[in-house]
């Protein structure tokens, strides 16, 4: 089917629980149907439908009931002919199936294409689809509840729409959205018509309650004419002019509408279509072997691999086309390993010399860099810290000339001469006269100055200024750099 896929750039990654959208198959009035996809350990991966409940529907009861009826009625159909429902959830963006996904089309878009292009559909392939339907429809009519009772069920919407034809060459059958069963939990309200009214046997559109499978035989009957007549058959213009045909007119004669219709196959068909039901087929699985019967003798009963030839020859292009541009989209979704972890400068204080990319992906920092890489790495100190750094180095230089000045104004005798004081003028050695020493040079720290007093008052050498934000690079014994405000 056409598929519009999802725009991850503009939309984010799509992922209802454990499945990420890949493309939007169809949309109707009560759910989207998307193409999913499954992935797992291993490289395993898995392509499904999943078909979700419109968010706006989500607190409608009634339509929450149907939705949750068709997951639990189509989950217990196990044949080939069915499409199989492989679980029901509830996520936070609403209710889901998935379901089994189906490359092919719908029986209707192989109808429209060939209209489109003044052809029909061969006979000996239609027959092929109308049997696997009907294969389908049987059992779903014979299905049994967990007690081993007959669940009643009746599709009530068989239409060409919900018949898709894979290109594996086989027919399912689909959406069971509106079947009527006795175990239903949504019902249908007094004078509400559930389907479409122009494959709606009499019964059903008269809105009769009593409602059994030769209801879906009809409407299998009425698929069956139009695809051999390659027109519609109580089709028209408004609803209300169609639910009259439905009820009223008179159902041509297949082979009278289109000649080129063997009469044996036309016998078959009318029967399906009789109005009173007790005429028609009583089961799918009857219609099934009659008409089974008259195309094998007519020489027109295509097999599953012819089926499968001609969906290919109709839809190949498309179909590989698709394949294409969801293998494309797969391998961009996919998180690029190649490249290289790299911050830029203003992003990040930190050199992309000093990152490794392992092999698992994760960033890990390199070994502590020295203190030559820190000063290249660290951005350099704003103007005006260090105008203010000065300031205050300035004001300090001053508060200490000020104090040694009224020290040096003060009473008593001083004391003894500092380490620093002897390192300036030795004494003279015993065995050598020598001249009176010169004055000493002055010295950075004065003898005069009482050692307490020097180091209460002296400033404490500088420690390095702390980072703001205290990040630390390279973990135990790293250089602090400046941490990234902005991070």
Known sequence: MPARLIDVDHEGRQLVDRYELVAEIASGGMATVF?????????????????????????????????????????????????????????????????????????????????????????????????????GLHAAHELKDEAGQPTSLVHRDVSPQNLLVGVDGVCRITDFGVARAATRLAGTRVGQLKGKIAYMAPEQALGQTDLDRRADVFAAGIVL????????????ENEAATLSRVLNDPIPVLHEAAPHVDPALSEIVMKALERDRDKRYATAAEFADALERVATALGKLAAPKELAQYVTGVLGAEIEQQRDAVRAWL???????????????????????????????????????????????????????????????????????????????????????????????????????????????????????DPAASASAAPAPKKPAKPVGGGKLGGKGGEELPSNPYR
């Open 35 to 135: 193409l999913a996809r499954l992935s797992g350990v291993g490289g395993f991966q898995r392509m499904v439908a999943i078909k979700r409940l419109h968010p706006h529907l989500a607190g409608d009861q009634e339509f929450v009931d149907m939705f949750l009826d068709e997951a639990r009625l189509a989950a217990g159909i196990h044949h080939p002919n069915v499409v199989s429902i492989l679980e029901v959830g509830a996520s936070p963006r609403g209710y889901y199936l998935v379901m089994e996904y189906i490359e092919g089309d719908t029986l209707a878009r192989l109808l429209a294409r060939a209209a489109t292009s003044s052809q029909r559909v061969p006979e000996p392939i239609v027959i092929r689809v109308v049997l696997d339907m009907l294969a």
């Open 225 to 236: 004419w139009e695809v051999l007549a390659g027109r519609r058959l109580f089709k028209s």
């Open 331 to 449: 391998a961009r979704s996919e998180p690029s390993q190649a490249a290289p972890f790299v911050r830029s400068a203003v992003a990040s204080s930190v050199s992309s010399a000093a990152m490794v990319v392992p092999g698992e992906g994760d960033l890990t920092v390199a070994e502590p860099l020295s203190k030559s890489q820190v000063t290249v790495l660290a951005p350099p100190a704003p103007k005006r810290t260090g105008l203010l750094i000065g300031v205050a180095a300035a004001l300090l230089v001053g508060g200490v000339l000020l104090f040694l000045l009224g020290r040096s104004t003060g009473s008593g005798p001083g004391p003894a001469p500092t380490a620093a004081a002897v390192a300036v003028a030795p004494s003279p050695t015993p065995s050598a006269r020598s001249e009176p020493a010169p004055p000493a040079a002055p010295s950075a720290v004065s003898p005069a100055i």
